[in-house]
């Protein structure tokens, strides 16, 4: 079988595995077990692999890539349009088999055990995040029920906690509640605790990284972003201008154009939403200080003057983004508007 290309359409068990050889034809068509990948694909003279890139792709390109294997990762999007008929793992497979091919098809860059581990770092803080948000909520919830409310932010959540835990306060808070809310208030105190120990792992990966303390001298990028670019955008030159990077984040309006009529509306759920998040967030923090001291930017006074806040913050979102690639490419810091002018 002289096989020169093959599409796996991964599972957590059982693979299915799709071969053609130079001229088209099929000569490998058969379901693989989890432990026979390797020693099936050792057998096989070096070709072209495709793998959509999805829960463990990364781990399998990186074993195949070890074997000889060229491994080309692919957005599960881009190949459901070669999906014949009825949808299943042989269907899959093969059409991953003929994606794999094509010339104008879109790759995703395979990523090191290390970038892996700094992005882990960031989905495990933005998940213990989100369940710390959720636990502040709730005991805002059950004690407004008896009139016990405070201030929104970090410090009308200090003091909640110390409502529940003070027993010789004057509040009237029945027993059977604070029984109730002190489970609350002990995860809530264990998330903050570990949510800063991530922030702590991040900030020595901060300082370990040149690009990432490049990035953050950008103003609305910090630690946290400068950090997740940095591990996400692991080949700047795979786009060809800062305005490709923000188009694969998602900060450039959704298109609905024909016959030559352009409609173009927000922007989409399409891209890294992390990282779009990550910069809107920052842009807004600028934004707020843009107000606070108009003189400084100008140019973002005279927009917020025309335009609502949120449609700022995502154009400035964009910009961020490309001045992040034009940072990471050439390799210089950020440069105020000010000081690039005077140079």
């Not at 792709?57 to 060229?70: K, M, P, V, Y």
């Not at 490709?244 to 759920?269: E, N, Y």
């Not at 973002?300 to 995502?314: E, N, Q």
């Not at 940072?327 to 950020?334: A, F, M, P, S, W």
């Amino acid at each position: 079988m002289q096989v020169t290309t093959i599409g796996i359409d991964l599972a957590k068990n059982v693979f299915q595995v799709h071969g053609v050889d130079g001229t088209g034809k099929v000569v490998i068509k058969r379901q693989l077990r989890r432990g026979q990948i390797i020693e099936v694909f050792r057998k096989f003279p070096p070709c072209l692999v495709g793998i959509e890139a999805c829960a463990t792709a990364h781990h399998w390109a990186r074993e195949l890539a070890q074997l000889g294997h060229t491994v080309r990762l692919m957005p599960a999007a881009y190949v459901k349009a070669y999906v014949k008929r009825s949808k299943n793992d042989a269907a899959d497979a093969a059409a991953i088999c003929e994606a794999v091919t094509r010339p104008s098809m879109r790759f995703v860059p395979v990523k090191t055990v290390e970038q892996q581990t700094a992005l882990m770092l960031h989905r495990s803080r933005d998940l213990l995040v989100r369940q710390r948000t959720q636990l502040i909520n709730a005991l805002r919830a059950h004690l407004a029920e008896v009139g016990l409310v405070a201030a929104a932010g970090a410090e009308g959540a200090k003091t909640l906690v110390a409502i529940v835990t003070d027993e010789t306060n004057r509040t009237d808070l029945p027993g059977p509640m604070r029984q109730a809310l002190l489970p609350l208030v002990a995860q809530l105190v264990s998330l903050s605790e570990q949510i800063g120990m991530i922030e702590r792992a991040i900030h020595a990966q901060h300082r370990a990284s040149e690009a990432s303390r490049r990035l953050e001298t950008v103003p609305g990028i910090g630690v946290i972003g400068a950090t997740a670019i940095a591990a996400t955008v692991t080949d700047p030159t795979a786009f060809k201008s800062g305005r490709d990077l923000a188009a694969w984040i998602g900060l450039v309006p959704r298109q609905q154009s024909t016959g030559g009529k352009q409609r173009l509306g927000g922007i989409s759920k399409q891209g890294d939403r992390y990282l779009r998040r990550i910069l809107i967030v920052g842009a807004t923090a600028v934004i707020r200080h843009a107000r606070a001291h108009p003189e400084k930017q100008p140019w973002l006074t005279k927009l917020l003057a025309t335009k609502p806040a949120k449609v700022v913050a995502v154009a400035l979102a964009n910009k961020m983004a490309r001045i992040a690639w034009a940072i990471l490419t050439r390799g210089e810091t950020y440069r105020a508007p000010a000081l690039a002018a005077a140079a």
